[in-house]
T-cell receptor, first 112, second 114 residues
Framework: GNSVTQMEGPVTLSEEAFLTINCTYT??????LFWYVQYPGEGLQLLLK?????DKGSNKGFEATYRKETTSFHLEKGSVQVSDSAVYFC???????????FGQGTRLTINP | NAGVMQNPRHLVRRRGQEARLRCSPM?????VYWYRQLPEEGLKFMVY????????ESGMPKERFSAEFPKEGPSILRIQQVVRGDSAAYFC????????????FGSGTRLTVV
């Protein structure tokens, strides 16, 4: 089946620290991969995406590279800010299937 | 473009009552998805609808839950005879075309069953 496994949270970092949130997947077809962010009390916002192997998605200083050989899509940011505190979800969709499969989410807290 | 609109934002129901959750997709979007987020968990797919058609309801509980997306008006997720375990955040997402373009989510309805 199709599934997404994320790094266990919560993750707490100091401002300007380097961030990595691990995400691995299993998929029966050729997935597109996404990172969504959920700020407190809000819905999910698309952070970045990659639709084929070796693609790099980037937005707001965050990056993730689609690694087919390791079935991974790890999220990274070089210098986090307090405003990055949120829950981050890795997700995939299989071509033709339409629906998203989410990881369990990783809660990130950045302290000043 | 107002985005995906969900209402109400918060809904409190007593056990045994009915809950109706509404979702208006982005203008021009004809695909609507409902997801449920239990506390401290990820989102789980419930149902995928196009106008007047249910395309995939593989994530819907077999009883008490139903969904529709009529030709006119919002999509409705209906939960009959609610129980405490139905307490969750329910999110709607819409899509214009292919899934790899990314979905637009609403802000959700937080249902509390007391």
């Amino acid at each position: 089946g199709n599934s997404v496994t994320q790094m266990e949270g919560p993750v707490t970092l100091s401002e300007e620290a380097f961030l990595t949130i691990n995400c691995t997947y299993t998929a029966t077809g050729y997935p597109s991969l996404f990172w969504y962010v959920q700020y407190p009390g809000e819905g999910l916002q698309l952070l970045l995406k990659a639709t084929k192997a070796d693609d790099k998605g980037s937005n707001k200083g965050f990056e993730a590279t689609y690694r087919k050989e390791t079935t991974s899509f790890h999220l990274e940011k070089g210098s986090v800010q307090v405003s990055d505190s949120a829950v981050y979800f890795c997700a995939l969709t299989i071509q033709g299937a339409q629906k998203l499969v989410f990881g369990q989410g990783t809660r990130l807290t950045i302290n000043p | 473009n107002a985005g995906v609109m969900q209402n109400p934002r918060h809904l409190v129901r007593r056990r045994g009552q009915e809950a109706r959750l509404r979702c208006s997709p982005m203008k021009g979007h004809s695909h609507v998805y409902w997801y449920r987020q239990l506390p401290e968990e990820g989102l789980k797919f419930m149902v995928y609808l196009q106008k007047e058609n249910i395309i995939d309801e593989s994530g819907m509980p077999k009883e008490r839950f139903s969904a529709e997306f009529p030709k006119e008006g919002p999509s409705i997720l209906r939960i009959q005879q609610v129980v405490r375990g139905d307490s969750a955040a329910y999110f709607c997402a819409s899509l214009l075309g292919e899934a790899e373009h990314g979905y637009t989510f609403g802000s959700g309805t937080r249902l509390t069953v007391v």
